[in-house]
């Protein structure tokens, strides 16, 4: 996620015109509970990935529960991006105070969650 935020990338938000997608969005039920029915199948890939990659079983809970922290921290990081591009912010600038929103979030997350399944350098 860091490297999207450095990136300016339009996978987190970070574009002009933002705003107006976003604004179609909320204006439209149909596509608020498309959006939140992908957030379920990115959370359940993201659950199946952690089982694969740690070896855990269906009976153990941690996939699921850092899991959701993950998709917590994508859910946090978007809203704020969202929340600033609706401001009419530049997308440079809200990338920048995105990167301190993200050390703030590591900071609320303890060692179990930063380190689950943690892969090596590639």
């Known amino acids: ?9 339009p996978e987190f938000g970070l574009m002009d015109g933002f705003a ?3 604004r ?8 608020k509970a498309r959006l939140w029915y992908l957030q379920q199948e990115v959370l359940q890939a993201v659950v199946a990935t952690l089982r694969e990659d740690t070896g855990a079983g269906e009976d153990d809970p941690l996939p699921l529960l850092v ?8 859910h946090a990081l978007v809203g704020y991006v969202s929340q600033e591009m609706m401001k009419g912010r530049k997308a440079v600038d809200v990338s920048r105070d995105a990167l301190g929103v993200l050390d703030d979030i590591e900071g609320l997350l303890g060692d179990q969650v930063l380190n689950y399944a943690r892969r090596g350098a590639e």
């Open 67 to 74: 899991g959701g922290r993950i998709a917590w921290i994508e």
């Open 20 to 22: 107006d997608f976003m």
């Open 1 to 9: 996620m860091r490297a999207a935020v450095v990136a300016v990338s």
């Open 24 to 31: 179609v969005i909320e204006g439209a039920p149909t596509l």
